[in-house]
């Protein structure tokens, strides 16, 4: 690598680290008040959890030597061997496996016990990402091989972690009173400096997902600043036509959406595709919001309808809106003439979908039968912050 991508890797590498903490604060300002310390230690403590199971043994099973075209091998247990170029592309590829178990701790706010999520996090980061990781990022796996494009995970980050959300709300059940009274955001403040962060550290996702510091980095920024803004405007809109009200949460969880949507073709398609992309994302993130309510599961604080469904279209999209012109890894959409790619890109949503299902919802059971899933009635009346952490978020008076 020359120096100048070795400079924009490193700087990606610290961008992409930096979302996570920045997750913390757009999750901690929307669970109470007496939750948000349960919120940030569960964002914090998966970077420490992820950063000892990807050194160990994920990076390996991810981008070690292909075994049928499904996982890697053993070759670089421990980072055996692993240096200079492939030390940074270790590093840099650590941060998406860092972020994307945290993304899952968003639906599982205020119920879920501390110890369940540690074991948790840690079983999935060692089984379902890599697995995923090595499907859609390795050149030897088997959706990579097959033709399925994901620029910086749409389908290995996004629909991965959304999935896997479903499947512990599932297992967990719903907060005491949800559906019946009021669980409003403590501090929509936080959540707009978290929103910032988010925005700012996708830069390092997206365009550092080039792997170079050339035009498709440049593609891919812009790309991502567009597909951002027009879908924090689509889900204002939408809410606004349905409640007459804009709100700030409203469009800070358009702006996540549209950078979710785009994540996988944001190398891929045009500047102006991003604007169809986050116009879509925008208002599809919106309605997919409410299924929760109609449907009656707890995603409390919308990983399903934002990542899910923003991964889903965006995954999709791309299989309409890719252009080889743009990048030459990728083939045409179906706007282009790419039938086949388009079918390719369902497909692996569909295969995604089902395998992290039903594996994550396999790990929550088992972790149930170990350490249990939930705190009791009176701990999660009283708050997770007390009750699991001995502490309080906000103390004003001694």
């Given amino acids: 690598m020359s120096e100048g991508t070795i400079a924009w890797l490193l700087v990606s590498s610290a961008l992409v680290l930096f979302m996570t903490p920045g997750l913390a604060l757009f999750y901690g300002g929307m669970v109470r008040s007496k939750n948000v310390l349960n919120m940030l230690m569960k964002n914090f403590f998966t970077i420490s959890i992820v950063t000892v199971v990807w050194t160990l043994i994920g990076y390996t099973l991810a981008f070690g030597t292909d075994i049928g075209g499904l996982i890697g091998g ?30 899952i701790t968003g639906a599982v706010a205020e119920r879920m016990k501390f110890s369940a999520w540690v074991l948790f996090t840690t079983l999935w980061a060692l089984i379902v990402y890599p697995i995923i990781a090595h499907w859609g990022f390795a050149a030897d796996g088997w959706l990579f091989a097959w033709g399925v494009r994901d620029f910086a995970g749409g389908l290995v980050v996004h629909v991965n972690a959304g999935i896997a959300a479903l499947a512990l709300v599932f297992a967990l059940g719903p907060r005491k009173g949800f559906g019946v009274e009021a669980m409003r955001p403590h501090s929509l403040p936080l959540t707009l400096l978290g929103t910032g962060i988010l925005w700012f550290g996708w830069f390092g996702f997206n365009a550092g997902s080039a792997l170079a510091a050339d035009g498709i980095a440049i593609n891919a920024f812009v790309t991502t600043q567009i597909a951002a803004s027009v879908a924090a405007l689509g889900w204002v809109v ?161």
């Fill in 74 to 103: 053993f070759d670089f247990l421990g980072l055996k061997g692993v240096a200079g170029d492939s030390l940074l592309f270790m590093v840099f590829q650590m941060m998406f496996a860092i972020i994307t178990p945290a993304l």
């Fill in 238 to 398: 939408a809410e606004w036509r349905k409640t007459g009200k804009p709100t700030t949460l409203g469009a800070a969880s358009g702006a996540v959406a549209g950078l979710v949507a785009i994540t996988p073709g944001a190398g891929f398609v045009s500047p102006l595709s991003a604007i169809a992309i986050g116009l879509i994302a925008g208002f599809a993130c919106f309605w997919a919001v409410s299924l929760k309510f109609r449907f009656g599961y707890d995603d409390s604080l919308d990983v399903v309808g934002v990542h899910l469904a923003g991964g889903i279209v965006g995954s999709i999209l791309t299989g309409v809106f890719a252009q080889s012109s743009i990048n030459s890894v990728v083939s045409d959409g179906l706007l282009f003439g790419g039938t086949a790619f388009f079918v390719k890109q369902v497909v692996a949503v569909l295969a995604v979908i089902l395998f992290t299902f039903v594996v994550s919802y396999g790990l929550a059971q088992l972790v149930k039968a170990i350490t249990g899933l939930r705190v009791d009635e009176k701990e999660e009346t009283d708050g997770l912050d007390i009750s699991l952490h001995e502490e309080r978020g906000y103390v004003f008076t001694e």
